[in-house]
């Protein structure tokens, strides 16, 4: 039966997004989604997605998006500059604000906030922080939303393809220092589920998979995967940190992504999943987000003999 009421999705044309509209649509939820200018609404269309044009930085187009849905999930960041206006205050910071007045304007019943893991502790990484500055907001205009915090994705196929295509893991390491993955399709498959799960309102969920691992235990991971060694070749993160401080003098977001590892080194950036197992079940096994992020990048197949 499909669900007459419209979810509101803001980022479907990107990663994560897009896995939430297909998640959405799986569990017969009418999906509507927000299109900026300059953006091909076909792909989104040919799902059976209703497209409507806005931007997170138009806050009459959020509040026209938003009538009549009985939710909105949002996936979207700006941090990456992946369009020339795309920064962290904008589109972080002003659209989500943007977004918490529209959404409690026109009554929204649910926000569905992607956040970050520990974004409340990681004070020294802007695009981390800003995650919980907008989790505050929402709770000060008083609109119904769930912050969902996953941990580091399995998401980028070339992240690490090109090493262990050749047997290696290519990472920055500090021995025995464990942090959490998930793969962007079990944070959608939660995100679509969140939509209908009261219980997670007001308040924030750790998302990752069964235990965190650490470089050389995730070596060894996909070594098991792939059924051949994967050797671990690690950038000493001193070496590193000194690269990231010195050419921070020129690019601040270098500086953010030096704060960043510094925080994943700390032992902080690891899921407590027990929100996540009452809400929705056992969270998967780092094996099976491995072995999908595997399949992304078409080592799966040609591990085989």
């Not at 509209?21 to 799902?47: E, H, I, K, N, S």
């Not at 929204?108 to 802007?126: K, M």
């Not at 209908?196 to 650490?214: F, K, N, Q, W």
Request: net charge neutral; no cysteine; aromatic share 6%.
């Amino acid at each position: 039966m499909i669900d007459p009421e419209p979810v509101l999705v803001i980022g479907g044309t990107g990663n994560l997004g897009g896995r939430v509209v297909d998640a959405l649509l799986a569990r017969g939820t009418t999906v509507r989604a927000l299109v900026r200018d300059g953006t091909d609404p076909r792909p989104l269309q040919a799902r059976g997605v209703t497209t409507v044009a806005g931007d997170l930085l138009d806050p009459a187009s959020l509040r026209a998006a938003l009538g009549g849905a009985r939710a909105v999930v949002t996936t979207a960041i700006g941090y990456l500059g992946r369009r020339k206006d795309d920064t962290l205050s904008s589109v972080d910071d002003q659209g989500n604000r943007n977004l918490a007045d529209a959404a409690h304007a026109v009554g929204t019943p649910l926000v569905v906030f992607t956040s970050i893991l520990a974004a409340d502790q990681a004070t020294a990484v802007p695009h981390f922080h800003q995650k919980a500055i907008i989790e505050r907001y929402l709770t000060d205009t008083g609109v119904p939303y769930v912050a969902l915090r996953p941990g580091a994705f399995l998401g980028a196929p070339d992240m690490w393809k090109a090493g262990l295509a050749k047997g290696k893991l290519r990472t920055v390491g500090r021995a025995g220092v464990r942090w959490t993955y998930v793969h962007p399709h079990d944070v959608a498959q939660i995100a679509a589920a969140a939509v209908d799960e009261p219980r997670a309102v007001s308040g924030h969920i750790d998302i990752g998979t069964d235990r965190a691992l650490d470089a050389v235990e995730l070596a060894a991971a996909f070594s098991e995967l792939l059924v051949r060694p994967v050797r671990l070749q690690t950038v000493p993160y001193p070496l590193l940190r000194a690269g990231l401080t010195t050419a921070g003098l020129v690019s601040p977001q270098l500086t953010d992504f030096r704060n960043m590892f510094d925080f994943f080194f700390s032992g902080a950036y690891v899921a407590d999943t027990t929100r996540q197992t009452e809400l929705f079940g056992p969270p998967p096994t780092i094996e099976a987000g491995l072995r999908r992020y595997l399949d992304d990048a078409g080592l799966l197949t040609a591990s085989r003999p």
